[in-house]
């Protein structure tokens, strides 16, 4: 039997600039599910993901899914991509192992936590206080720095890794520090600086983009207290759920995101094109 992909629809051309198209999955031209293929809004067009792939039930179990996912890597090639993700909900094991079984490796996670009518306190000594313009500014130039290494580290190659956090900063803080709904902070303990926070206000709950002890203060519970500040800003600003995101790889994020009851929502891989 042979597993193709039929178009169902011409390419799409979308206004953030990405590309899409929409498949028929078809053994021996008989329609046995759906994928649809896009590029990254994030890293344009160089970078293709697999938006959604489905197989209905009587042909799951006989590698109908895996064929799929390989046809739309070589749809990928054809659109000049170089590398192709996907993002896999926590609690769909069989789509994860059938990814990483293809070659996909773990880029990020996201995580999210219910939240109590409560905000936590902070350790004795310790407080939030506001960004003034000189924090902002030493902040966002350390931060926007980092972002892209942290992408550069996992794949991304540098010049894409730089357009990105360029771009995703002037999208998330068009009016740097007074930006509407974002929370950005200093945390002190004993009145000497020991971290950063910024945190985000959304629509249904709140986000942490960037929680950061400063590198002479690591080791001391100071992340766990910067969180505990995210927490409080998401409680007092009336969201009841705080989401993040963590790279793969940074085991003591994982290890205190997960003490603090943070539990995964999905996950992020990629795979090169070669």
């Known amino acids: 039997m042979t597993t193709t992909l039929r178009p169902t629809e011409p390419l799409q051309h979308q206004a953030d600039g990405t590309r899409s198209r929409r ?14 293929l896009g590029t990254s809004p994030g890293f344009g067009d160089r970078v293709a993901r697999i938006v959604d792939l489905r197989i209905e039930e009587p042909d ?99 010049a894409d890794a730089y357009e990105r956090s360029r771009r995703d900063h002037e999208r998330l803080l068009p009016q740097g ?5 974002m929370r950005l902070s200093v945390l002190e303990h004993e009145g000497t600086r020991v971290g950063t926070l910024w945190v985000a206000l ?16 690591r080791g001391h519970g ?20 705080l989401g993040l995101n963590v790279f793969a790889g940074n085991t003591p994020a994982e290890r205190l995101y997960e003490s603090l009851g943070y539990r995964t929502t999905q996950y992020a891989l990629y795979k090169p094109l070669l």
């Open 23 to 36: 498949f028929q999955v078809c053994v021996n031209s008989r329609p046995v599910g759906t994928l649809q």
């Open 60 to 158: 799951r179990r006989r590698g109908r899914g895996t064929v799929a996912a390989l046809a739309a890597e070589e749809v990928a090639r054809g659109w000049g991509c170089r590398q192709i993700e996907v993002v896999v909900p926590a609690d769909a094991a069989p789509a994860l192992r059938l990814v990483e079984a293809l070659g996909y490796v773990l880029r990020n996670r996201g995580m999210e936590k219910p939240l109590g009518d409560t905000p936590p306190a902070l350790p004795e000594g310790s407080r939030g206080r506001p960004m003034t313009e000189a924090d902002y500014e030493a902040w966002f130039a350390h931060e926007s720095e980092h972002y892209a290494r942290v992408w550069i580290e996992r794949g991304v190659p540098e």
């Open 177 to 181: 520090l007074d930006t509407r709904d």
């Open 202 to 217: 959304l629509e249904d709950k709140a986000y942490v983009y960037d929680v950061a002890a400063d590198a002479a203060q």
């Open 222 to 241: 100071h992340g766990r207290t910067l969180m505990l500040l995210a927490e409080t800003q998401a409680i007092t600003a009336g969201r009841r759920v």
